[in-house]
């Protein structure tokens, strides 16, 4: 049985024959011959058999299919996952470009509201040291900067530009120790040098150990020849100092702009033709930081009536804020006492 | 042969068609699926000889080409030659190790898919080559091998119940 006899040997030529055969009249013919309606036949002898087998095992089939097709799953489960970081990439960006949107909105309305000439500009280095509030900007010589020119943000004062390459800048930031901007009090038209002090809160010197001045109570630059531009916001006044010194007044100043978190800012190229006074204020003023003290740093629309007789015309004149912008409750606002210092009631703070 | 065993034969090949066609051809683990037609004709053949090797392999692969679109007659003459050659294989051995079969599976599997692929790309029919060439190539040698003892075990089985090719 197992011994290759002459007869097999026959029968297999005669087989490959055939297959040769069948081969070359399919591959010659093609479509339309007696072997398609062999095809037919076979089809419809197995088709039915397949399907029940099929529909029999298909639970079966489906296991081993899916157990067949781990590699293919496992490469789906990778492209999917990779989908899925994308996707989330992409709500990460948006949710940036949306901040981003809102930075570039707040700059647009201050540099409108000044009349400021501006140069838009991304911080792209914060300075090294723990001494120095140092910026490095993406815009030199080359795009219109020069030595002085004052930074600003949606949010107001950023700095002024100490040191210009043509193509990037470095930019002094309002808090380093260096830095001293003359600021007024937007509403009680009180002159005096800001200056920063790092991460703690701004000193401003009022001249005028008998100023009047209110917690709460927006800050200006107040512009000079050459240097910082006027009517950009500064900061609110966060505490004023008991100590009474004989010749000024110290006021801690809460900067609107958040150091840590720079991003675009703008360099006012060219200063506005009038003086923009308090109109920079109108939104750039509610920033509500989580501070200690409760105060309302909006609410310059209303100044106390005791303090606006003090400080005449230069306070407020006609430029006072919308209401809209005001967080204050009510039109008269409570000038509660203690909270506006000066001669007339120089009350101990709590 | 009498004719209970070519019933048996022919049975197992149907059998064998239709769990290929329906369930193995949904399996196919990294890209490759097992040949059972391949490896019940092969058994086929290491246990009853060349001459059933190759009636089993013809009839198998003639249903095989009537099921596929691929030209007619192509799997035909390789299972032809293939049960043949397992056939002739047999007739070298007194008595058959474990994993005798195993091997001639193994090894007469790649040579199916390898002639496959070269009778196709002369007829033009598919052009197998490259990586899945290989993979093919390797995976379903390994899936036919580790078949082969299950199928063998019936095939000899089924034989001893029917009739002893010794004792014919």
């Known amino acids: 049985m197992y011994r290759d006899s002459r007869r097999t040997r026959i029968v297999l030529a005669l087989l490959i024959l055939t297959s040769f055969t069948l081969i070359t009249i399919d591959y010659r013919a093609g479509e339309g011959t007696a072997l398609r309606g062999l095809r037919t036949a076979a089809a419809a002898v197995f088709g039915p058999v397949q399907r029940a087998v099929t529909s029999g095992v298909r639970p079966i089939g489906n296991a081993l299919a899916t157990l067949g097709d781990l590699g293919g799953l496992n490469d789906e489960v990778h492209s999917l996952r990779a989908e899925n970081q994308e996707l989330r990439n992409q709500l990460h960006q948006v949710d940036d470009l949306r901040r981003e949107n809102d930075a570039l ?236 210092f000066g001669t007339p009631r120089p009350t101990p703070t709590p | 042969m009498s004719a209970n065993r070519l019933a048996v034969v022919v049975l197992s090949i149907v059998t064998a068609l239709v769990l290929q066609t329906s369930v193995l051809a949904r399996i196919s683990f990294l890209g490759a699926k097992p040949d059972l037609v391949l490896v019940v004709v092969v058994c086929f053949a290491l246990s009853d000889g060349p001459a059933v090797g190759m009636g089993a392999g013809f009839a198998a692969g003639l249903v095989v080409d009537l099921l596929g679109t691929h030209t007619l007659g192509l799997f035909a003459l390789v299972l032809c030659v293939v049960g043949y050659a397992a056939g002739v294989i047999r007739s070298y051995f007194d008595r058959l190790a474990t994993f005798t079969p195993m091997l001639v599976v193994g090894a007469l599997t790649a040579v199916t898919v390898l002639a496959y692929a070269g009778l196709s790309l002369l007829l033009g029919d598919v052009e197998v080559s490259g990586e899945p060439l290989v993979r093919s190539l390797l995976l379903t040698s390994l899936y036919d091998v580790v078949l082969t003892p299950f199928v063998f075990a019936a095939v000899t089985a089924l034989r001893s119940r029917s009739d002893d090719p010794r004792g014919a």
Not at chain 1, 189 to 218: C, D, F, H, K, Y
Not at chain 1, 234 to 258: L, M, Q, Y
């Open chain 1, 105 to 340: 909105r707040k700059l647009n309305g201050l540099t409108a509201r000044g009349g400021y000439k501006t140069v838009r500009c991304r911080v792209v280095a914060l300075g090294p040291g723990n001494f120095e509030w140092t910026a490095t900007v993406d815009c030199g010589s080359r795009d219109g900067i020069s030595k002085d020119q004052t930074v600003v943000n949606g949010d107001g004062l950023v700095g002024k530009v100490v040191e210009v390459a043509p193509f990037t800048s470095l930019v002094l930031l309002a808090i380093d120790p260096q830095f001293t901007v003359i600021g007024r009090l937007a509403v009680h038209g009180t002159t005096g040098p800001v200056t920063g002090n790092g991460l703690r809160p701004m000193e401003m010197q009022l001249l005028a150990p008998t100023a009047l001045v209110s917690i709460g109570e927006a800050i200006v630059s107040n512009g000079v020849q050459g240097g910082i531009v006027s009517g950009v916001p500064i900061g609110v006044v966060t505490k004023v100092s008991t100590a009474r010194s004989v010749v000024t007044r110290t006021v801690e100043v809460r900067p609107f702009v958040d150091f840590t978190a720079l991003d675009t800012v703008a360099v006012v190229v060219e200063p506005p033709r009038r003086d923009p006074r308090n109109a920079v204020l109108v939104t750039a003023t509610p920033t509500p930081t989580p501070s200690a003290t409760p105060s309302q740093p909006a609410c310059l629309a209303s100044p106390s009536p005791g303090a606006s007789g003090a400080s005449g015309a230069s306070g407020a004149p006609g430029g006072t804020p919308s209401p809209g912008a005001s967080p204050c409750p009510s039109a008269t606002p409570t000038p509660t006492p203690g909270r506006t």
